[in-house]
């Protein structure tokens, strides 16, 4: 259940913070959710932030869903932390090209 909650918290953090959607409805949606708080603007325009807020609706969803409400908090956290893993796990290749000299190379 970690790997798909992990899974389910990445992906809707890419599509909030960054993915233009069709006809640009999800700029449009960033764009409603930032003018409605500024707290809610910060946590839109920081990935940890947004992921621990994101990895709460996936985890009470797996509530609501069927899953143990004793194990929520600790899936929480587990699925917000493999989040962030994740997300610096995926700029791996760019930073090994950068150790080693060569920036501009895309592979």
């Given amino acids: 259940m970690l790997i798909i909650n992990t899974i389910a918290v990445f992906i809707l953090n890419h599509l909030l ?3 233009r959607g069709p006809k640009e409805y999800l700029i449009k949606l960033r764009n409603y959710l930032k003018a409605l708080h500024p707290e ?3 946590a839109m325009d920081c990935y940890i932030c947004l992921s621990g807020y994101t ?3 996936v985890v009470a969803l797996g509530v609501v869903g ?3 409400p004793r194990k929520a ?3 929480w ?3 917000w932390g493999a989040t962030l893993l994740l997300y610096e796990i995926r ?3 760019q930073l090994i ?3 080693r000299g060569k920036q501009n190379d895309v592979s």
């Fill in 77 to 79: 956290l587990a699925s």
């Fill in 91 to 93: 700029d791996i290749p």
């Fill in 55 to 57: 990895s709460m609706i």
């Fill in 73 to 75: 908090p600790l899936m």
């Fill in 66 to 68: 069927g899953e143990p």
């Fill in 40 to 42: 809610i603007k910060m």
């Fill in 97 to 99: 090209l950068f150790a």
């Fill in 17 to 19: 913070m960054t993915e």
